[in-house]
């Protein structure tokens, strides 16, 4: 206990100043603190590297050095490794330990996107958390594969194993798998195996074993060849397998594949399910009152999709009326009833209100909220997947792009709809294109006012204005208008608008034509810039007479309606005569591939699924993408583009 004695002659607030400042002392004595303690900031996957960048222009100090770690993670998993390196060459050099760790993790990153050599000389993977651990052994591999050096590989897959979640661990056990299938017999034998290394020598025996009872079956002749001959073999050959396997798993009992074997392991038509299949369900729809055809459609893709699937792939279905009851309510129901993702819901309004609802349950968000900020501290997992225009125009722009076009011209419905639209066409075309000159708009406002321009023999002139916040440069000035020549033109219309602006523009075309004595209807066409078109334009039976008169124009849409399958054709009559609801029946057999692998969901990392309405692929906070399928009409037919 420290006494301070009052001192003669000192104003008793020097003598608190001093008590103070002695407590002060000694407390920072006795705990050892430092008198500053840098704000530790953890990684969040939904967020994209601006998000980080933006963060790190406002602090300064060992902040802003945690922000541009980030940062630099941020780019390498978006693959923009140039300005990753940039970014990470202008670290400085007075690093804490806790950075240390960070960037000698990002330089091992860095030079397996580089494909550079690099050792873990200054890092120990005891000394890091297990999330950098996780990461340091997935770069071991990589930088090991570099180096073919087989045997580290191996040993790094046995390493990383032991951290992670269960579904992360399962992950690596499949990986493992994979690794050692892919080998050689004879990188296989050049493999070291010590005599207590227990979970190495058990994977070796079970690739033996897989590979003494996986057999090919030889036929003298073609006509010997039956079906269910085939199937029968097949059969046998599982069973005899499964029975070796069995005998493994009780030889090996403490090995972590006698657990979690891996999954392919059978081969495909044999596959065992994930760690996260099989899970409870509960599937928010709107069965009743006006929007129960779009619910109800839902659900049919949902469950045949579920029908085409693996016994071993079954979900346990709940469905919920998003009409009957609010969403806080079937919220609750779903909790009770052991539900662990939420499917849906669909309408905006109940996606917003389960947002906030603060969920503990995982969900998959059948539509999108824009400028939606989810809390980074938040443990419950939020992906989203929607049939949005503004999507469409994203795949619209690259696609465009990657058709060596350089200037665009957008014709878009004059309304907050089609504003977004050129929005989203427009900062896609930036990041494809990102020194190209603005992307230019062409307003419209309804086919009423489309069709009395027309019958006045008013044409659409090729202008637009460029799309900029107010139309204004960086200083704030007008831009000044120029004549701007366009190799592309991309139209969010109706079926009917469409017709209508294809006319106009052919019209004004010939108008400019017959000025110079060279007007014809072949000629206007080819005067034209290519035109493309969203799916708003495209219905069921088109006419020959509409697929002639759209000759050379290019239209996106899903998959199921471009190319046709055998479940576009096994729909019901009323799905089929309307795009609208097919696509919202690929919608929602697309619903059930995402959720029988939510988990393993991560932006820019998981593999891209080959759906019914588009190729999908996750971007920033889980943002589920599309890339559609295009055609061209051709000679009154509709051709594929690749």
Known sequence: MIKLQRLSGFPSAWLNFIKVSLIAILISFLTGCPSYIPKQIS???????????????????????????????????ENNVKQAVQLFNQLPQNLDAEQLKEKTLLEGEIAVK???????KSISPTSLSEEQTIRYYKIKIDLDGL????????????????????NQRHDTINNTWNFLTNLSDK?????????????????????????????????????????????????????????????????????PAATYL?????????????????????????????????????????????????????????????????????????????AQLIVGPLLKQNVQTLLQSASDIPVLALNKIEDISLSSDSATKICFFALS??????????????????????IIPHNNLGERVAKSFAQQWNIAHPTSSPVYVQYFDSAEELS??????????????????????????????????????????SHEELTLIKSMLEMKSSAGNNSKNTSSVKTSKKNIPALYASSRSNIANTTTDFRYDMDQLQLSDIPLIIKHDEYYSQLPDYIKNDYSLAR????????????????????????????KTGKLSVANQCDISRKLSWIRYQDGSEIAVD
């Open 43 to 77: 990684y969040d996957q939904t967020k994209n590297a601006q998000y980080y960048l933006s963060q790190a222009e406002n602090v300064s100090g060992s902040e802003k050095i945690n922000w541009q770690l980030l940062a630099i993670r941020a780019l390498l998993l």
């Open 114 to 120: 580089t494909k550079q050599k690099f050792d873990f």
């Open 147 to 166: 180096k073919k050096d087989y045997n580290a590989q191996l040993h790094d897959y046995i390493e990383l194993e032991k951290y992670g979640s269960v």
């Open 187 to 255: 990188k296989i034998n050049q493999i070291l195996i010590y005599a207590d290394d227990y979970v190495l020598q058990g994977w070796i025996d079970l690739l033996y074993i897989y590979k003494s009872n996986i057999k090919m079956y030889a036929f003298n002749n073609q006509d010997d060849i039956d079906a269910d001959a085939i199937a029968k073999l097949e059969e046998e050959q599982y069973q005899a397998l499964k029975n070796a396997v069995s005998e493994w798993q009780i030889q090996y009992s403490g090995h």
């Open 262 to 338: 891996p999954r392919d392991i059978y081969g495909e038509k044999y596959h065992l399910p994930d760690a996260a299949e099989n899970r409870k369900i509960a599937l928010f729809l709107p069965l009743s009152g006006k929007s129960k055809i779009f619910g109800e459609t839902i659900r049919l893709g949902y469950q045949d999709a579920a029908k085409a699937s693996s016994p071993d792939l079954q979900q346990d279905i709940n469905f919920y009326d998003t009409n009957s009851d609010s969403i806080e309510n079937l919220i609750i129901r779903a909790k009770q009833q052991g």
């Open 389 to 410: 225009p503004e999507d469409e125009a994203k795949d619209a722009a690259q696609h465009i792009y990657n058709e060596k076009k350089k200037q665009p011209l957008l």
């Open 452 to 493: 009395k321009k027309m019958n006045s023999g008013v044409g659409i002139e090729l202008e637009g204005v460029p799309l900029i916040t107010a139309d204004v440069d960086q200083n704030g000035q007008v831009m000044p208008k120029k004549q701007v020549e366009f190799d592309a033109i991309y139209i969010y219309a």
């Open 584 to 611: 919202l029946y690929a919608m929602g057999f697309d619903a059930w591939a995402l959720s029988s692998q939510f988990d393993n969901l991560v932006p820019y990392k998981s593999k891209s699924i080959d759906g």
